[in-house]
Every structure is written in structure tokens, then in C-alpha cells.
């Protein structure tokens, strides 16, 4: 498709508008991610997924161990953060470390824990697709494939995510635009697949205090521009588990349609993430408090 006035104009006119010049102007700055932009498609995108709903008045909230480590502490923290309310499971089995010596994931064998896991629980899985070769594995567990803030520009993968029918979250590269974030989802939603959660995760910053910086601005922005789901990733974003409820509350202030929470029963003994891991144990108590602000925000669990 051109970039010209003319192209613009013949786009919105199929959907029964006609917009002045000047909004048409305004529209230059969705000209490269076209699909996803409010502008075409003013009604908010709900993913649904074996029976849960996130978008539109749904909050998902989506909880699970940062990485498959074990068996025991895969089923003991999907036991508990469905006991919680949770609505959807993660849990990674391919990581992409950012060290090369650092644990990278059980592989085939956490995907199969994964699958027992969801099937003890009947909780959608979310989990992360790292490599195209490994497409056939992840699709056959997960019910929304996870494409992580290292991947965000990689464009072979979100082509071929993009020929598949399951959702995707798709996490924001840690030094992307919110432009490149909404150019990526184009990707996606380009190869006919139109179920995409876009997640800040938080980005790099001078900031040292926390492990990214948490760039809330992102949720009223990203929902400005695009009629897709946005969710939060607090405990990336923070780096520590005591700031994950206050990020999340924020993330659910500023309109988030969710939030991907990470959770492990011995979080100081985790492989991987230990720090920002919440513990099982506290996961009850951390739902309540943001099912209150939810509700607040007309949202119920989704
Ligand atoms: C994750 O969610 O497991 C993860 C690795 O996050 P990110 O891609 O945002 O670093
Ligand atoms: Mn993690």
C-alpha cells in the first residue's frame, strides 16, 4: 500500500468515514502500523482463550514461575496461583539468557511439565517461542505464545507467528518506541493473525534502582494508539519483589488490560529471576489487593 493522502483516504472510506484533511495528516504517524491503529479499528480487540477473556473490561492476570525448573515447583506454583484466581499460567522452557553460562530452560522436558501443569489446573498457557525451528513444540502446549522483549525486532519470528492461529503477547524490546513496539505487532497482525497483547516490560533507563525502568506512560499511549490489548509486566520492569504490587496497582491505575506476574515457592532458591519472583505463599494476598483496584477501575479478572 502508498503513504499517500489518497491511500489513506480510500482506507478509512471502506470503513464508511470520511475524515478532513487534517485528520488525515494526523494519521501519517499510523501509516506504518495501519492494522493495528485505532484509527481503522476504534473497537477494542478481546483475546479469548480456553475460556478467559482479557481486553475490554477483562483484566488478565497472567502468573507463573519466570522459568520451568523442576516438576514440583512448576505444579506447586500452578496449584497456587490458580487457588489465587489467576487466569492464565506462564512459565518459560527455552529461556533466551541474556549470559550464554546462565541457566536456559529445561527445554523439551519443561514444556511437558507445562503441559501437566495446564492440564492439572485447566489454566491457558503462556509461554515463551524463542526460535522458529521450535514453532511445531510450542504450539502443540501453548495457548498464547509469548515473543520476549528480545525478540521484539526480530521479524522472521513475528512473520511467522503471524501465520498462526493463537494469540501472541509480545513483550517491548527493552530500548524500543512505543512506534516500534506497534510496528512489530503489525508484523504479527500483517500475516492474518489479529490476536496480539502488546506488554510493557520496562525499558532501559539511567536508572539503576530498578532493573528497567517502567515506562507507565506506555498504557494510556499504547491505548490511544491501538485497539489491541495492553498488559504490564511489573516484575521485570522492577527487579524486585517488593515493588511488583505497587507496579502493578499503577499498571492497573493507568488502564492496563493486564498484568504477567512472576512466581515461584522458594523464590530465593529460583534459577532464575529470584529477586522479583513473588512467593507462592504471598500470591493469595497480592490478588486481593489488585482485584480491589480492578474492580474499582470497572474491570472484573478475566
Ligand atoms: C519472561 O517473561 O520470561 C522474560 C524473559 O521477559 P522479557 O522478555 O521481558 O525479558
Ligand atoms: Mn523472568
Redesign the pocket.
Known amino acids: 500500500m502508498g503513504s499517500s493522502i489518497e491511500t489513506r483516504r480510500a482506507l478509512v472510506n471502506e470503513r464508511g468515514s470520511s475524515p478532513s484533511r487534517s485528520r488525515l495528516l494526523t494519521m501519517a504517524a499510523t501509516e506504518e502500523y495501519r492494522l493495528v491503529s485505532r484509527e481503522l479499528e476504534p473497537e477494542p480487540t478481546v483475546i479469548e482463550v480456553g475460556g478467559r477473556r482479557l481486553g475490554d473490561g477483562y483484566f488478565g492476570l497472567i502468573a507463573g514461575p ?2 520451568v525448573e523442576s516438576r514440583e515447583q512448576t505444579l506447586a506454583t500452578a496449584r497456587a496461583v490458580a487457588a489465587a484466581g489467576a487466569s492464565m499460567l ?1 512459565g ?1 522452557a527455552f ?2 539468557r541474556t549470559s550464554p553460562y546462565a541457566f536456559q530452560g529445561l527445554g523439551r522436558e519443561g514444556l511437558e511439565i507445562l503441559a501437566a501443569a495446564k492440564r492439572e489446573t485447566g489454566l491457558p498457557l503462556v509461554t ?1 517461542l524463542i526460535d522458529p525451528r521450535l514453532i511445531d513444540e510450542i504450539v502443540e502446549v501453548a495457548d498464547v505464545i ?1 515473543i ?3 525478540n521484539m525486532h526480530n521479524a522472521i519470528l513475528l512473520a511467522e507467528v503471524g501465520k498462526l492461529d493463537k494469540p501472541v503477547l509480545l ?1 517491548r524490546g ?1 530500548s524500543a518506541s512505543l512506534d516500534e513496539l506497534l510496528m512489530a505487532a503489525e508484523y504479527i497482525v500483517k500475516g492474518g493473525n489479529g490476536r496480539v497483547i502488546l ?1 510493557e ?1 520496562g525499558i532501559r533507563t539511567f536508572e539503576r534502582s530498578t532493573r528497567y525502568t517502567l515506562d507507565i506512560a506506555a498504557v494510556p499511549v499504547l491505548k490511544q494508539q491501538t485497539h489491541l490489548p495492553v498488559v504490564v ?1 511489573p516484575s ?1 520492569a522492577a527487579g524486585r519483589r517488593d515493588l511488583v504490587l505497587p507496579l502493578a496497582r499503577a499498571a492497573v491505575a493507568a488502564g492496563a488490560d493486564g498484568i ?1 506476574v ?1 512466581v515461584h515457592p522458594d523464590p530465593d532458591e529460583a534459577l532464575c ?1 529470584g529477586p522479583q519472583q513473588i512467593s507462592t505463599d504471598d500470591f493469595g494476598a497480592f490478588v486481593r489487593e489488585l482485584d480491589e483496584l480492578v474492580r474499582l477501575m470497572k474491570k472484573q479478572i478475566g
Open positions: 519466570c522459568t506462564r518459560g529461556k533466551a515463551e509469548q520476549g522483549a528480545r513483550k527493552p506488554c516490560r509486566d521485570h504477567i512472576e529471576d
